[in-house]
């Protein structure tokens, strides 16, 4: 592989990253019932809350 398609691959997977963390903060608002299920989303979105 060729560095910009490194870069570009790189660059594609932190957007879905970030928008992963985006629907399961998203999720957590409108289902309040799912909170303390997965604690890892819990963790997500607490902080997800706290940078913004």
Do not use: C, F, H, T
Request: cysteine-free.
């Amino acid at each position: 592989m060729d560095e910009k398609r490194i870069e570009i691959e790189m660059e594609r997977r932190r957007q879905l990253a970030d928008r992963n963390v985006g629907d399961v903060v998203s999720l957590l608002q409108r289902r309040q019932e799912l909170r303390g299920i997965y604690p890892a989303a819990d963790l997500v979105a607490d902080n997800v809350g706290w940078v913004v």
